[in-house]
Structure formats: structure tokens, C-alpha cells
């Protein structure tokens, strides 16, 4: 049933994927800001393709999920079709433009991907003569050679079909076209403003720090037995060859004291990558210490996890913010984190008292984690910082008043012209 709130109020946020069984920090990110958004007056709803009808316990019952039915245009084996639709596999949707186009109550299209579906909304808000922003959750720009290498990664072998799809759609001109562009990090808002101009702007993301601090380390060591009595280490993210676990089982293995167990908490979105993982942890010996757990329950498996945890590792390739690290904190444990792209900025916000890693080298990152878990005065330092500042800083109420400002901004363009 569809939030009541004021006329002109109403907000659809289309999503690539929306799966409780693949969470991730995109997800999160929409369930919270719509949460919110509903006590400010919006009536915000979610559209995502068809995906499991398996209970949701994050998002809000006032805000409506909509699937519509969209297509991966690859020819190719079924594993790696399977493994784009995980991950950014550029889909296609027919339906959902003509939804949009139909529905005249929408005021706002709020896009969180690009691409194929991007273009999808942009035809159907353009043809309707009304707006919509997009925000940047992953590389773009700013990244645009990692980008392109993992890009031809996942689709070497395969042929693309959608391409016809794009050009209709108009895929290359999302963000051209779009009243705001929405970053998580300093350094793609400045790579897109290069482009796009005073259109791009910087936000934080937030994180819901009662819940993170209710994570209890007795009902973590019931729920995982074969963790009990060992200190962890954690990693907190899908399999997927950007969250870096490779390199974190490396460091683990070299700076980590023999009674420490690492726990890599994530969907397995790259198998491939997975057995990547279990085969170095054969190979440096360590593969009795190292959890893969899979995907966990955001409201309480994750801050039970984080509630048992010496130090959480976030060595991304790249992250557009880091919500993670905030989730993390917010729990109120320490995170050892590298300095680039969103990480960056969260890094240069704690300062000093934080756990940053300058590098993606295997050795400086075993260096920096023998060196913290043999200090608990350093590991309390940084986990007091970080949660303080959560508290001050990363509230999803700040979040979500900042983009009801952008939206009000937008509404009222259009309306004087």
C-alpha cells in the first residue's frame, strides 16, 4: 500500500538490484534514506527488478517495493550471465519506462544505477517533462581504469546484445540529463564536476548506530561456535575481487598472532573469486583460521559479528563512501582502512587517531595489523574516535534532510521553468 504523503511529495528510487539475500551498501543505503524520508512528509517507494519474496526486515512497511521485470543482454555461459546480474551486468527493462511514463502522480526519479536502466528512467522523466537525480555508488570517473579492467573481466567471452537498448534509451546521456548528480566521495564529485558542473554534489551516507551497537558477543559466539574462545579479525563486504579479501588473507596470515581467526561476512557474487580466496588460504597455511560466513542478516547478525570482533579490515579497491566503516564504529570497534576514494575522506575525518593503511601492499598491510593487535590501547584509541565520530557526523536524519533539500531544489526549478 502506498505512503500517504503530501501531493507532489512522492519519490521513486530505482535500484539495478534490491536483494536481502545479496545485501549491500547500495541497499542500505536506499532502506534507511526511505525510512527517513517517510517521516519528513515524502512518499518514497522502491523499484527494482523481480528478486526474492524472502521477508525484509529492513525496509520500511510504509515504503512500497515494486519489481519490474528487466533482462541480462549477454550471450554467453550461464555462470558468468548469473555473476553480471550480481554485479552492475548493465540490464535491460522495458517495462518499467512505460510504468513511469504512465504514472503522473510521481513527482522525482531518484536513479541509484546507471547504465542500461538509467536510461530507462531518464526516457520516461524526460518524455513526462519531469526530473530526476542519480546518485554515484560506485567508480565512475574518478576510477575509470579499474573500472574498465573489471568491466572486461566479467563479460571476456561473452556478447552483448543491449547495446541497441542503450542507444533507444539514451544510456550514455544519464548523467548529462540529470537535474543533480549525487557523490559519496571528494574525489569522483570533483572528477564529475569537471563534466558536469555545479550539478554534482558530495554527500554522507549515515548509519543507524542503535542498531549496530546491539550486537551482542555471546550471541555470536551461540550463533558461530566454531569462533568461540578466538579473537577475530572481520571483513565485512560481498566476494568480490573489490573488496580486496585476497589481500586481507595475505596480511592475515603474515601479521596476525596464531590464535586469531579472520571472518570474511559476505554474499558470494564471484565464485570464482571465492575459490580464488580458499585456495591462498590453503597455500599460506591458514585455511583452518579463515570463516568464509556468507551473507549475513543486516538487524542482527552483523552487529553480533561486529560486537565479536578485535578489528574490523577494510582494504577495498574502491569504495564510493564506506558504510562499513561507519557501521563498524558505530559498533563501536576499531577499522583499519585504506586512503582512497571514500575511504579516503573517512579516513582524513578520524585523523590521527584512526587505523589507515596508505597502501594495497600485502606487507605494509601485515605490518600495520601486527603492529595494532599487539596495542589494545591503540585498538580502544581508534574505536572510541570512530564512534564519536559517528555520533556527531553520520546520523541518517542529517542524511536524509540534506536530500530532501536537494529534491525541494529541484521541485522548484521546474516549477519556474
Not at 570517473?141 to 573481466?153: G, K, N, Q
Not at 579479525?233 to 579479501?245: D, S, Y
Request: aromatic share 6%.
Amino acid at each position: 500500500m502506498r505512503n500517504a504523503g503530501s501531493p507532489g511529495r512522492r519519490v521513486v528510487h530505482v535500484l539495478r538490484k534490491y536483494d536481502p539475500l545479496e545485501w549491500g551498501g547500495t541497499e542500505a543505503h536506499v532502506a534507511e534514506v526511505t525510512r527517513r524520508l517517510v517521516g519528513l512528509g515524502w512518499s518514497p517507494e522502491i523499484h527494482a527488478p523481480a528478486g526474492p519474496v524472502t521477508p525484509d526486515r529492513v525496509l520500511d512497511q510504509r515504503v512500497p517495493l515494486v519489481r519490474y521485470r528487466a533482462f541480462c543482454p549477454y550471450l554467453g555461459a550461464a555462470s558468468q550471465r548469473k555473476a553480471l546480474v550480481a554485479n552492475a551486468g548493465n540490464l535491460v527493462t522495458l517495462d518499467e519506462p512505460f510504468r513511469l511514463a504512465r504514472d503522473r502522480g510521481i513527482a522525482l526519479a531518484h536513479l541509484h544505477t546507471g547504465g542500461r536502466v538509467g536510461g530507462a528512467v531518464r526516457t520516461a522523466m524526460r518524455l513526462t517533462g519531469r526530473p530526476y537525480v542519480i546518485s554515484v555508488h560506485g567508480p565512475l570517473l574518478a576510477r575509470r581504469s579499474w573500472l574498465d579492467e573489471e568491466l572486461a573481466r566479467r563479460t571476456a567471452g561473452l556478447v552483448d546484445l543491449g547495446r541497441p537498448f542503450g542507444a533507444l534509451l539514451g544510456a550514455r546521456r544519464v548523467f548529462r540529463d540529470a537535474a543533480r548528480v549525487l557523490t559519496f566521495n571528494q574525489e569522483e564529485r570533483q572528477a564529475l564536476a569537471g563534466q558536469l558542473g555545479d550539478r554534482v554534489l558530495c554527500l554522507d551516507q549515515g548509519v543507524d548506530a542503535g542498531r549496530l551497537a546491539s550486537g551482542c558477543a555471546e550471541r555470536a559466539a551461540a550463533r558461530w561456535p566454531r569462533l568461540a574462545g578466538s579473537p577475530v579479525v572481520a571483513l565485512v563486504g560481498r566476494i568480490h575481487p573489490q573488496k580486496n579479501q585476497l589481500l586481507a588473507i595475505q596480511a592475515f596470515a603474515r601479521g596476525a598472532p596464531a590464535d586469531h581467526h579472520l571472518v570474511l561476512a559476505g554474499a558470494v557474487v564471484d565464485p570464482s573469486y571465492r575459490d580464488t580466496l580458499e585456495r591462498e588460504a590453503r597455500a599460506l597455511g591458514v585455511a583452518s583460521r579463515v570463516h568464509l560466513l556468507g551473507n549475513l542478516e543486516p538487524a542482527r547478525e552483523v552487529p553480533d559479528l561486529f560486537a565479536r570482533a578485535r578489528l574490523v579490515l577494510v582494504p577495498s579497491v574502491h569504495e564510493a563512501f564506506g558504510l562499513v566503516v561507519l557501521e563498524a564504529w558505530a559498533a563501536g570497534r576499531p577499522v583499519m582502512l585504506a586512503v582512497h576514494s571514500g575511504l579516503a575522506d573517512l579516513s582524513a575525518a578520524i585523523g590521527k587517531d584512526g587505523l589507515a593503511v596508505p597502501s594495497l601492499e600485502a606487507g605494509d598491510w601485515a605490518a600495520a595489523l601486527r603492529q595494532a593487535l599487539a596495542s589494545p590501547e591503540r585498538l580502544g584509541v581508534a574505536a572510541r574516535a570512530g564512534a564519536a565520530l559517528v555520533r556527531q557526523r553520520f546520523g541518517w536524519d542529517v542524511v536524509a534532510r540534506r536530500i530532501q533539500e536537494v529534491y525541494e531544489a529541484v521541485l522548484e526549478e521546474g516549477r519556474a521553468s
